[in-house]
């Protein structure tokens, strides 16, 4: 993942204008526009220029959920929700002093408290897809025998409570983009008894426990390389727990594997192992959301990228 | 209705106004690798629907368990004029190559130091990675593939630090 400091521009200019190669090899993928980045309006400001159809601004784009529910477009402008190759996961802090989230048992409780429809239609205002746990069903590399990990409040109370963490306070670390999916996370463990404090600072206080991650795979076919090993490989930036040799085992195995269709079979068997590991607390794959201009019509690309080449001016 | 940008009837480049101009905020805070996909390209891509499809090779495939072999695009050319062929590839390769961490996303979208690409002929070169590399494109969509122009001028140093670590 992408690090402050480092991926992070410092300086930006005011527009970037983008013309189109009018030479290019591809006829097909040549722009029919010219896209103007505007880096100086506000992303509050640049909603509001979309709803007012005031011409300024015709796409904005990384909307949370909360903006593009609260978006009134009327008849110049609207939604656009792309239901991109995203994960949003708590990362368990396993290398915290006497962390509970070593343990499957309670990893697999926590997984077995949430309520992902409402974590979907509440939290996020039904804006993505639930998933079983980092690949979206139906894409590359999916397990289509794997499912989500089923509510069962009972049984995840029960392990909570063997494990002696009834009544236990945890800290879980969210962006704000993300407070409504904290909100239904919090009843859901209140359900099991645990008290969540959530803290939207976007600092990282030690002694956190679940810290809620949005990535996404922009790669050609390989989501190990950009998302799982981001989380759980020995140099993934996101990684909050020991490493994990059975993990690196297996990516050495789908590095070593070049072909399909067994490339593919290796990338399920990666992702049944972190489901069943409950590697992570699964939660949903946010749709990316934008607010266009009625006037232009909107090519969205599942990567996240704001590539633009098919979209053009009605 | 947008004016084609391959032109109207005199074929030229069109006339930029508000009825074929697209005005963008992207507060996404890699909207510089979006910047980077709309204006530079690599052996392959990835198409709105995620999937992974040809670009500057045109083609590719493994010719066993550590060697990659793919055909570079005929009849291409840069804006510059220049023509696109299998060292230009390289040279792409080679530059890259010089940074212990040019990717800003991190040190996994390296290519190691051991592998080795070789121009098997104008459209065909051959990328050999000891002891296997399933990741290779992948890390080919990040390998970035300029006219020699753009090495020559600009590359991807940062002025103000005079590297390109973490600057690709």
């Not at chain 2, 290519?111 to 000891?130: E, I, S």
């Amino acid at each position: 993942m992408l690090a402050d400091g480092i991926s992070t521009l410092d300086t930006r200019s005011p527009q970037v204008v983008l013309e189109p190669n009018l030479t290019h090899w591809n006829p097909g993928r040549i722009p029919k526009v010219r896209i103007i980045y505007e880096n100086a309006i506000p992303k509050e400001d640049a909603i509001k220029s979309v709803a007012a159809g005031d011409g300024k601004v015709d796409v904005v784009t990384d909307l949370t959920p909360a903006e593009a529910h609260a978006f009134q477009g009327g008849s110049v402008a609207a939604i656009h929700s792309q239901p991109a190759k995203t994960v949003l996961a708590g990362v368990f802090n396993e290398n915290k002093l006497d962390s509970p989230w070593t343990s499957i048992e309670v990893r697999r409780a926590m997984n077995m408290a949430i309520d992902r429809d409402a974590v979907l239609q509440q939290g996020a205002h039904g804006y993505g897809s639930v998933m079983p746990a980092f690949i979206q069903t139906g894409r590359y590399g999916a397990d289509p025998k794997l499912e989500p990990y089923k509510l069962d409040e009972a049984a995840a109370a029960a392990a909570i409570e063997k494990a002696g963490l009834k009544g236990r306070e945890i800290l879980v670390l969210a962006s704000p983009d993300w407070e409504g999916v904290v909100e239904v996370m919090t009843a859901n463990l209140a359900k099991v008894g645990l008290k969540v404090r959530a803290d939207f600072s976007k600092t990282e206080p030690e002694g956190w426990d679940i810290k809620l991650v949005w990535h996404f795979d922009w790669s050609p076919q390989y989501p190990v390389g950009v998302v799982h090993r981001e989380f759980f490989g020995n140099n993934g930036a996101h990684r909050a727990m020991p490493e994990d040799p059975q993990f690196d085992a297996l990516y050495a195995k789908l590095l070593r594997t070049p072909h399909q269709p067994a490339q593919e079979e290796v990338v399920r068997e990666v992702e049944r192992y972190v489901h069943d590991q409950a590697r992570a607390l699964f939660l949903i794959s946010p749709s990316t959301l934008f607010a266009v201009s009625n006037r232009v019509s909107f090519v969205a690309y599942d990567t996240c990228m704001s590539e633009l080449a098919e979209t053009t001016v009605r | 209705m947008a004016e084609p940008a391959t032109g109207g009837a005199s074929g030229g480049v069109p006339s930029w106004g508000p009825h074929n101009t697209v005005r963008v905020v992207d507060p996404s805070p890699v909207n510089w690798l979006s910047i980077t996909w709309n204006t530079m390209e690599e052996a392959n891509r990835v198409d709105h629907e995620g999937m992974g499809q040809p670009s500057l090779a045109a083609g590719w495939r493994w010719v066993d368990d550590e060697t990659l072999e793919l055909d570079v695009r005929r009849e291409t050319v840069f804006q510059d004029g220049e023509k696109y062929d299998a060292q230009i590839f390289k040279l792409a390769f080679d530059k890259v190559q010089e940074w212990t961490n040019p990717h800003p996303p991190g040190a996994f979208l390296n290519f190691a130091q051991d592998t080795a690409l070789t121009v098997v002929d104008d459209h065909t070169v051959r990328m050999r990675f000891p002891g296997g590399n399933s990741a290779a494109l992948m890390k080919l969509r990040g390998m970035h593939i300029p006219s020699t122009r753009f090495w020559n001028e600009w590359g991807f140093i940062d002025p103000k630090t005079g590297t390109a670590e973490g600057h690709w």
